[in-house]
Every structure is written in structure tokens, then in C-alpha cells.
């Protein structure tokens, strides 16, 4: 069994798509760490209140996509690897399967059925750190507008 050679064009698109992920990840992780920072920063001096619950869902949510996201890269590392010792088997260069064309096969339908089930849950991890970045934008806007209706109520009492 010859190995698959992708030609320089389809190399390149390769590695631009992968970078352009990757750039997208840090994006979001990044995020998602200003969210709870801008938090941490804003309720320094204050003291605990019902009405924080929302700004606590944010932070939470924010956490858990800081959590998926870097999930999706331990995936997205997972697979490229097993990309590699996919190639390597193909070639016959792979120590356990050589050039043997029945270990070959075995090793390629093994990796492969890796590399299916980590692209799998990447994806899974990759949806999940978006919605949730979002869900703690909902949740912060939202404790953005009850703290200023606290604000007006207490205003109006005066």
C-alpha cells in the first residue's frame, strides 16, 4: 500500500486552515479570560448580592469555554499527531507495522478510526466553547441591566 502524497497546494491550504483554528481558539480563549477579568475587576469592592447571579453564570460560562477551548486544541494536537503516524504507517516506516502489508492495514484502519473520533470530539469541544463564550456575554449584559435598574429603583427611593 503507497502512501498518500498531497501535492505543496493542498499542503499549504493545510497549514493555512489549521493557523487560521488555531488563531480562532486563541481568539476566544482570550476572550473568554478578559470576561472573567473584567469581572474580577469590577466586583472587587463589592460584597455578594442576589442580583450578582447573572454575573456569576457569566464567569462560569466564560470558564467553561475557556475549558472547551483548550480541550478542542488537545484534540486538534491529538489528531495532527496521529496524522503523522498515519503517514508513517503508509509509508512502511512505522517500527510495529514496517512493511507488511497486513500490519500496514491493520495500523492505517486503527489510526484512522483515532483520528475520526477526535476530530469528533474537537468539533463538540469547538461548538461548546463558543456558545458558552456567548452565553456569558447574554448573562454579563444581563447583570449589566438589572445592576442599573437596582441603580434607578435606589435613585427613585431618594
Not at 499542503?11 to 481568539?27: I, K, M, W
Not at 475587576?41 to 477551548?69: D, H, K, M, Y
Request: aromatic fraction near 12%.
Amino acid at each position: 500500500m503507497g502512501a498518500i502524497v498531497a501535492s505543496d497546494t493542498e499542503n499549504e491550504l493545510f497549514r493555512v486552515h489549521r493557523d487560521a483554528l488555531g488563531r480562532y481558539t486563541y481568539f476566544l480563549l482570550t476572550a473568554a479570560g478578559a470576561g472573567i477579568g473584567l469581572t474580577v475587576n469590577q466586583t472587587r469592592e463589592a460584597v455578594l448580592a442576589w442580583s450578582q447571579i447573572p454575573l456569576a453564570a457569566a464567569v462560569l460560562s466564560w470558564g467553561l469555554s475557556f475549558f472547551c477551548g483548550v480541550r478542542y486544541l488537545d484534540y486538534l494536537n491529538a489528531a495532527t499527531y496521529d496524522n503523522m503516524e498515519l503517514l508513517n504507517i503508509q509509508a512502511g516506516r512505522h517500527p510495529l507495522a514496517g512493511t507488511h502489508p497486513e500490519k500496514i492495514q491493520i495500523g492505517v484502519d486503527f489510526i484512522k478510526g483515532k483520528i475520526e473520533e477526535q476530530g469528533s470530539k474537537a468539533s463538540i469541544f469547538a461548538r461548546w466553547q463558543f456558545g458558552l463564550l456567548m452565553t456569558g456575554a447574554v448573562f454579563y449584559v444581563l447583570w449589566h441591566i438589572l445592576e442599573m435598574y437596582l441603580r434607578t429603583l435606589a435613585t427613585a427611593r431618594t
